[in-house]
């Protein structure tokens, strides 16, 4: 039987019917990018607890009570009296001992043990569920394309930040030192915030998928998030300063408010020679500097909110709202941390909410350059 050719622009019959399938790129990623972003969420609320445990153990001046650097052996701590005796005797050897905690009890020292070792023990943990978490996923080849680099880069830092603490605790334990350095200490803490903001950019970006980031990025408000990129550094800055207070318990220098001693300046600022060690080690100065510095952030912080009032995303806008809220409640704490001579227990609340207001300008910086999809009544 003959077959008769078919036109050029004949429709072949089919029986199935082609439907698109959206999501293409993401196909086969999902599953990995909600198990690594619960994974990342993990690894935010240690640094958030090492952040607070390491705020203790400053507060309580325990972070020279273990002077050596065991990682491995370290993790056992002392389990009969003979080990604890060693470690006090060490510990009695440190000038943080001799010049102020001269007759301490052992009973008075495993207090301050224990934070130091819960910080040290913390960072162990937190870099065995990095290392697992990571060689699962590589091994499962469930990592996103272009997300190798990043997560390393978590494990990296967090690597490095473990030998910061020992350059700082070490630094503490040297001749005629009674704390650690507050230069050092300020590096410490300033990389930990650096962790924590990593963190918390890769999980908002993990939320949604890149096709989605895509198209929100061309909807995104690109001058409010370089304000907020504006604010986001000048609050990193005013972190470090406040670690520097810290470090020489500048917070207790002057309790009072607006002024410092009655005057707009603390009295004699720059008396230590050279010159630029008042900067560091004068409390008058340094307290005076993260004062000053916090009236900057809180000035920009509104600003910020000001050209985002009126951003089209609701998103957006509560965002901003709870970030002026959080940066108001901060400003307060460090008023009452001033006046009261930063008790410990106000102390650390204004450095948790340092953690807060850090995440929530981060919230809104992120919103402003991927805003989250809305009808459009809003």
Do not use: C
């Not at 990623?29 to 969420?41: K, T």
């Amino acid at each position: 039987m003959a077959v008769k050719p078919r036109s050029i622009f004949e429709e072949v019959p089919t029986s199935e019917k082609i439907v698109a399938q959206p999501g293409g790129i993401d196909r086969g990623r999902r599953d990995g990018r909600r198990a690594i972003r619960i994974w990342l969420m993990v690894l935010f609320g240690m640094v958030m607890l090492m952040i607070a445990v390491g705020g203790m153990t400053r507060l309580t001046d325990s972070g020279l009570s273990i002077t050596e650097w065991a990682p491995v052996t370290g993790a056992v701590p002392p389990m009969n009296e003979e080990a604890w005796q060693q470690e006090f005797t060490a510990y009695q050897a440190t000038d943080q001992y001799k010049l102020t905690n001269a007759g301490m009890t052992l009973d008075e020292f495993k207090s301050i043990y224990w934070w130091e070792w819960g910080h040290r023990q913390l960072g162990r943990v937190m870099g065995l569920v990095w290392a697992v978490g990571f060689a699962w996923f590589l091994v499962r080849r469930q990592i996103p394309p272009g997300w190798t680099p990043r997560l390393l880069l978590v494990g990296g830092l967090g690597g490095l930040q473990g030998a910061i603490g020992w350059w700082m605790v070490h630094g503490g334990l040297q001749a005629g030192m009674i704390s650690v350095p507050s230069y050092r200490l300020a590096t410490h803490l300033g990389l930990a915030f650096l962790i924590l903001g990593l963190l918390a950019w890769y999980v908002f970006l993990l939320g949604r998928r890149e096709t989605d980031l895509l198209q929100a990025r061309r909807a995104g408000e690109i001058g409010l998030f370089r304000l907020s990129s504006v604010l986001m550094g000048l609050t990193y800055v005013q972190i470090i300063l406040g670690a520097l207070v810290a470090g020489i318990d500048a917070g207790r220098a002057f309790p009072t408010w607006p002024l410092m001693g009655g005057e707009f300046l603390p009295p004699e600022p720059f008396s230590i020679e050279p010159v630029w060690r008042n900067f560091f080690e004068d409390p008058g100065l340094v307290q005076f500097i993260h004062r000053t510095w916090g009236y900057l952030v809180f000035a920009v912080g509104i600003w910020v909110w000001f050209s985002g009032r009126n951003s089209p995303n609701i998103a957006t806008r509560f965002s901003l709202n709870a970030m002026l809220a959080m940066l108001f409640a901060q400003i307060l704490l460090g008023i009452i941390t001033v006046l009261y001579s930063a008790p410990v227990q106000v102390a650390i609340v204004h450095q948790i909410g340092a953690v807060v207001l850090w995440v929530l300008i981060l919230r809104s910086r992120y919103l402003a350059r991927y805003p989250l999809p809305q009808s459009v009544r809003g």
